[in-house]
């Protein structure tokens, strides 16, 4: 027995480094080259993947950064944005402001068909801003669009239409705001207000996402939540002209690693920023793959909320001894090529960023001690006795990076004696503990802009009007009348530079009162395959996948040796080894 | 031992070696922190660290490398030996001992009629309220509580004859009815409902003792062979493949502590050992010296302790070192799917599913649990073996 036992571990042995011999020798270059002078030409489905899940499609109640991309294909709005970040029309043709700044006009394209086959009319738009405001609806994004006459009185029912926004004949919509608003435009370009179909009624019902219908360039194919999202394009859509593809498919659930090897075996056709850190590694150092790997700052946060109607959260000690806890200069070790690690809100590419603002969070674990003592809980490193007498659960964010980071944490906040228990939290069930008032002490949280405002930033987080029963975008339940009031004078602020002094006020505000502890930037990554193209970092909308056209010419050739799909692949593979 | 089956053991190579492995384990897990100056949860980012941030490769400061984070991997294997081999332990004695317990009691009762309800009463009504009690703690499973409890409540109600008298029947269906309110409530969230639970359940028990106050004169309930009865019961929890339902209730569970993993492992387990015991009980029992002691009047207890135990317990050990492999492979996927003690505690399952992504880059962070694990069950697996030779030598 022993030695049939010796040579299962001999043959073990030998088949592991067997294996691990021709990952070496096999490499994965990538199995095209783009087609020179190929033009963009209709046809193909992008496939990608995401490991995590979509939790709405109905753009008045989604707010995740999964399905934006996919809100903003299957429903166009009045305003979006140009490939440099500038607001122009989309399904209005044309727009103007009131010299007052409190009216805007908007003319609607002629012909615009949604997806049911009807054509847009003012009416629409006025019903659809309707749907997502009304106070049934449980928008999350409610604070953008307070400024627009006459809310108050719609969602509490005095009247019974938004008189906000008016139908001046069948393609005239005009919008009236209460007060000046420096961001309407910017706000209105968000998916939440955007046309849907009159099958979505007029009132919100959670069923419409399982057919949603808009006027986008892509329609809405299927959904199987945890699964896959499909949508194929709109032929009747005004630009399809400038539209190539022909569906988009989605996988979702689907793990980094698994789409590491999905991409080299040509599975999917692009990762976007959802590498584990050795497939990064790799794909930044190989030659061939790194030509296709693009690396771009982005104006995007991330850190750890503390819930301010919390214990031990209420106490503001307690907060800005976690905030000095965290160790910084280790965490860019860590983070090394991967993140900037930070010490405040705003971040590159907002205006009134700043590398180090001297009000920044920084570590002083001195500091730290002293502040916890402060706050009653003195804890001697020595013994390890002290600090705070109970275990706080910290909700960390799914995947390897999220866990990795939160024990970092939970090892400098050990520092002062505040223990903490890492839970691990899918997005889906993320968002719903954390929007939840006293659910949530303290957790992962972030943020990907929609515009780039700083509005765009303190408003949805820190602002007492972001405060919900469910979904609260302020995750920290922080009120603070002083900031509250200078954000709403900033915000109706018209000149560009008094605005920023006002937000960097704003900003030492927040990272002095730590309803958060700021943590760093990430850079983002994407990788294409070499037929992914048309495809560009846009500034401010996060993956635009509208102008992305498949290089067929090059796809073909990546599976010609043995047909396409996943068994030629493997054939294909097996005769390179050859 | 006796000498003869400690001469077999002896002159098993195999069992030695396992022996030895099992040692070298233990040794390594509860021993081999001592001799390290590093601890298991403090990342080192002067001495720990690869290119790009990368896992450190093996060096004079750190024998095998460092983790994701830059902690001592050695040290962390060990501590996740520790873990593993004192959940496999204290699993394995929980359900040797429960399965020991219900084997014997299953053969030696075979034959004995027993009141169907007393022993739903007797298992459930104590299981239930233990439930309720945990799930009070934990914040859940209270509508598993409940519907363990109805359960009890609505088999009783088949249990009764149909001779029985109108107060069975409306004790019997005031149970059932209590038993329905229970599930409703439980499955309707947990606030609030732990108390209304406990009171429906003290009350049914009061109908329930005044029934059986009035009802003495007659039998109303079916009659069914003991062992029938627990082994259909195991019949029932073996149609559960065991990974899965470890799984399962280890995700229902909000908290994970090393005491709920030893329960959820160990409470789960049994019904392996309960079946080869109660087969072994049923050859024992039948033997002339325990047939005699019965015909000299011997009481029972006695006669389980001084004839049948002495001679299931080798067996029982063979199937707990055995058990003990399985036990580590458990944890193992436990924590591999992230279903066991929450980080920065390490366990070898862990370690693998934080190497997993690293293949590539530093193998090493994969090879370690994993040789580590192959190491410790295939002791335990050879030991079992070689204590199976050594006792049963017909088998060998």
């Avoid at chain 2, 066991?340 to 693998?352: C, D, I, V, Y």
């Amino acid at each position: 027995m022993l030695r049939a036992l010796s040579s299962l571990l001999l043959a073990g042995a030998v088949a592991l480094t067997a294996s691990i011999g021709c990952q070496k020798k096999d490499g994965s270059a990538p199995r095209a080259k783009p087609t020179e002078g190929a033009i963009p030409h209709k046809g193909g489905t992008l496939r990608l993947a995401t490991y995590s899940d979509l939790r709405a499609l109905d753009p008045a109640v989604a707010m995740d950064t999964e399905s934006a991309p996919y809100l903003n294909l299957m429903f166009s709005g009045l305003v979006d944005y140009d490939d440099k970040g500038n607001i122009v029309g989309d399904l209005a043709e044309r727009f103007e402001r009131s010299d007052d700044g409190l009216t805007y006009r908007f003319f609607l394209r002629a012909g615009v068909r949604m997806h049911d086959g009807s054509e847009l009319t003012a009416d629409d738009v006025k019903r659809s801003v309707e749907r997502t405001l009304r106070s049934e609806t449980p928008c999350p994004a409610l604070a953008f669009y307070e400024r627009i006459a006459g809310l108050a009185e719609f969602r509490n029912k005095t009247t019974p239409s938004l008189t906000g926004v008016g139908v001046e004949g069948p393609r005239v919509v005009t919008f009236k705001l209460a007060r000046p608003d420096a961001t309407f435009l910017a706000v209105l370009a968000l998916p939440f207000l955007r046309p849907v179909c009159k099958s979505a009624g007029t009132k919100y019902d959670d069923t419409f996402q399982n057919a949603p219908c808009g006027a986008g360039p892509f329609r809405f194919d299927t959904w199987q939540p945890g699964r896959v999202l499909r949508v194929r394009r709109f032929d009747g859509h005004y630009d399809v002209a400038n539209t190539y593809l022909d569906a988009i498919e989605l996988r979702m659930d689907v793990p980094r690693l698994t789409q590491r090897f999905m991409l080299e075996r040509g599975e999917i056709d692009a990762i976007l920023n959802e590498f584990e850190r050795p497939g990064a590694i790799y794909f930044r150092t190989h030659p061939e793959w790194s030509k296709y790997l693009t690396q771009t700052p982005v104006p995007e946060f991330y850190g750890d909320f503390m819930n301010v109607e919390m214990r031990p959260f209420d106490d503001k000690r307690i907060r800005q001894a976690v905030a000095a806890a965290l160790n910084r200069p280790n965490l860019q070790k860590y983070y090394e090529g991967w993140t900037v690690v930070t010490g405040h809100l705003l971040p590159p590419g907002i205006p009134g960023h700043e590398p180090h603002p001297p009000y920044e969070q920084k570590y002083d674990l001195a500091r730290a001690r002293a502040l916890m003592a402060a706050a009653g809980y003195p804890y001697d490193a020595k013994t390890g006795k002290g600090g705070y007498p109970e275990t706080i659960t910290y909700y960390a964010g799914e995947g390897e990076g999220a866990i990795r980071y939160a024990q970092l944490l939970q090892q400098d906040l050990a520092q002062i004696g505040v223990r903490i228990e890492v839970k691990e939290t899918s997005f889906a069930q993320y968002l719903a503990m954390a929007g939840r008032p006293k659910t949530t002490a303290f957790g992962y949280f972030g943020w990907l802009l929609d515009f780039a405002d700083p509005s765009d930033f303190f408003e949805p987080l820190f602002s007492s009007s972001a405060i919900a029963e469910e979904d609260s975008q302020n995750r920290s339940f922080y009120r603070n009348p002083e900031l509250d009031a200078l954000l709403e004078r900033a915000h109706a602020e018209l000149d560009g530079d008094k605005r920023i002094v006002m937000y960097k006020e704003a900003e030492r505000i927040v990272c002095d009162d730590a309803p958060g502890v700021f943590t760093y930037n990430p850079l983002k990554l994407e990788l294409l395959q070499p037929w992914t193209r048309g495809y560009v970092v846009h500034p401010v909308v996060n993956r635009r996948f509208k102008p992305v056209w498949i290089d067929d010419v090059a796809r073909r050739a990546a599976f010609a040796l043995l047909g396409p799909g996943r068994s030629g692949a493997a054939l294909g593979s097996l005769w390179r080894r050859w | 031992m006796d000498r003869r089956a400690l001469d077999r053991f002896r002159r098993n190579r195999g069992a030695l070696l396992g022996l030895a492995l099992v040692a070298v384990v233990i040794a390594f897990s509860f021993l081999g922190p001592l001799f390290s100056s590093h601890t298991p949860n403090t990342p080192d980012f002067e001495h720990g660290r690869g290119p790009y941030g990368t896992p450190g490769a093996p060096s004079w400061t750190h024998w095998l490398g460092t983790d994701t984070i830059f902690r001592d991997l050695l040290v962390r294997l060990a501590h996740g030996g520790r873990l593993s081999l004192e959940v496999a332990f204290v699993a394995t004695t929980i359900a040797v001992a429960l399965g020991t317990a219900i084997g014997v009691a299953s053969g030696y009762f075979k034959g004995t009629r027993v009141r169907v309800d007393a022993v739903l009463d007797a298992l459930a009504l104590p299981t239930a309220f233990a439930l309720i009690g945990a799930s009070i703690a934990a914040q859940r499973l209270v509508g598993f509580a409940a519907w363990l409890f109805a359960g009890a409540a609505v088999l009783r109600l088949f249990a009764l004859r149909r001779t029985a008298s109108w107060f069975d029947w409306l004790d019997g269906t005031f149970g059932a009815v209590v038993a329905v309110v229970l599930v409703r409530s439980g499955l309707g969230g947990f606030a609030g409902n732990a108390r209304t639970l406990v009171a429906a359940g003290v009350a049914s028990v009061l109908v329930r003792a005044l029934a059986e106050r009035r009802t003495t004169r007659k039998l109303p309930f079916v009659r069914v062979d003991f062992d029938d009865l627990a082994m259909r019961g195991v019949d029932v929890l073996l149609a559960f493949p065991f990974l899965l339902l470890v799984m399962a209730l280890s995700a229902a569970i909000e908290r994970t502590s090393e005491a709920t993993i030893f329960l959820v492992l160990g409470l789960t387990a049994w019904t392996g050992t309960a079946r080869v015991i109660r087969s072994k009980t049923l050859q024992i029992r039948e033997l002339e010296f325990v047939v005699a002691s019965r015909a000299l009047g011997q009481s029972t207890p006695h006669i389980l302790a001084r004839h049948i135990l002495p001679n299931v317990v080798g067996i029982a050990i063979v199937l707990g070192t055995n058990s003990v492999a399985g036990m580590i492979v458990a944890e193992a996927a436990l924590s591999f799917l992230g279903l066991s003690l929450p980080p920065p505690t390490a366990s070898w399952g862990r370690m693998l599913d934080e190497g997993r992504p690293y293949y590539s880059v530093a193998p090493w962070l994969l090879a370690a649990p994993a040789v580590a694990i192959l190491l410790a069950v295939l002791g335990f697996n050879l030991l079992g073996e070689g204590l199976r030779d050594a006792f049963d030598p017909k088998d060998a």
